[in-house]
């Protein structure tokens, strides 16, 4: 009984918290679907990856979004086709900044320390998007790499007529058809999908967080070790951080020594990865993306961890 109340109140704090992001996406992902040829779109996207990758990159860190927040966006991504390149940026840079988290991190770890973040979050969010669009062009990698698959449906009123008055079928659109369909879509795509998936979701994360607690304390860091970062890294990646609460005990334990590069590390793979996180994402993405994901999350915080360390000793 503990865990079903722990679970409703969970995803009803995560839906009042979202609420107004998750309607945005559903009415954003229902129009495009309705109204918007996803093809043409995605066309439009490919041809133009710098605007596309820049602008989920500017959505992700000025959004106040956790990566559970973060999914019912990319959900909206991918229900209107968006290609990987845009979707991966959003991805990877969401979690790992916000307005909220830069003015955090400043008060308890130092303005360096914050700006740091800030700029890493976006630079790890173009070179995720960027990359992931190398990919989907030249490779087959990410192919078929999306489980929500969609359903063909008209969206268009084909009228024939006799061979000898004219030689191919006239596709002519029709206004009342596509407002019929962006009702449907509200439904179909906004909540048997972008709803239904962000509360499975939270719900596949906090029931790993309540069967197996993830608060406990985390190893010294020594700011003396060479290693640091690299293990700060591997510590965060199967941990799920909440910036609020990490962030007292990260600056107790760079008080008393930890690196501050290992202590960026930590924050970089655990905001943006967890196992709460890598569980639910599976519900919409496969192995392959996952993969790409979690190895760049955790090879861009240690490095980034390292040059950190390297700023701050010289």
Request: aromatic share 12%; glycine share 8%; net charge positive.
């Amino acid at each position: 009984m503990n865990y079903l109340i722990y679970l409703f109140d969970t995803i009803k704090h995560y839906i009042l918290a979202d609420g107004v992001i998750i309607v945005l996406g559903i009415l954003i992902a229902s129009a495009m679907k309705a109204y918007i040829d996803p093809k043409k779109l995605q066309e439009k996207l490919m041809k133009n990856n710098k605007a596309g990758i820049s602008s989920t990159v500017l959505l992700g860190a000025l959004t106040p979004l956790c990566a559970c927040g973060s999914m019912a966006v990319v959900l909206s991504f991918i229900l209107t086709k968006m290609p990987w390149g845009p979707v991966m940026a959003f991805l990877v840079s969401s979690p790992l900044t916000s307005p909220a988290e830069y003015m955090f991190e400043g008060a308890f770890m130092g303005w360096s320390f914050a700006n740091w973040m800030l700029t890493s979050s976006i630079l790890l969010g173009l070179i995720a998007g960027f990359v992931a669009s190398y990919l989907e062009k030249n490779t087959n990698f990410l192919t078929g790499q999306f489980r929500l698959a969609n359903k063909p449906q008209p969206d268009m009123v084909l009228e024939s007529f006799p061979i000898s008055t004219v030689q191919e079928e006239v596709v002519v659109p029709k206004a009342n058809e596509k407002h019929r369909r962006f009702l449907i879509e509200l439904w179909e795509t906004g909540i048997k999908k972008i709803l239904f998936y962000f509360i499975l979701f939270v719900s596949i994360g906090k029931t790993i967080e309540f069967f197996i607690p993830m608060d406990g304390g985390l190893p010294f860091l020594s700011s003396t070790n060479p290693f640091a970062p690299m293990i700060g890294a591997s510590i965060g990646l199967p941990l799920y951080i909440n910036f609020a609460s990490a962030l007292p005990l990260l600056k107790s334990l760079s008080d008393i020594g930890a690196s501050q590069g290992a202590i960026m590390a930590f924050l970089i793979a655990g905001k943006a990865t967890g196992i709460p996180v890598i569980v639910g994402m599976l519900t919409f993405i496969k192995i392959r993306a996952l993969a790409f994901y979690v190895t760049f999350v955790w090879l861009g915080a240690m490095i980034t961890g390292y040059l950190f360390q390297f700023v701050i000793v010289m």
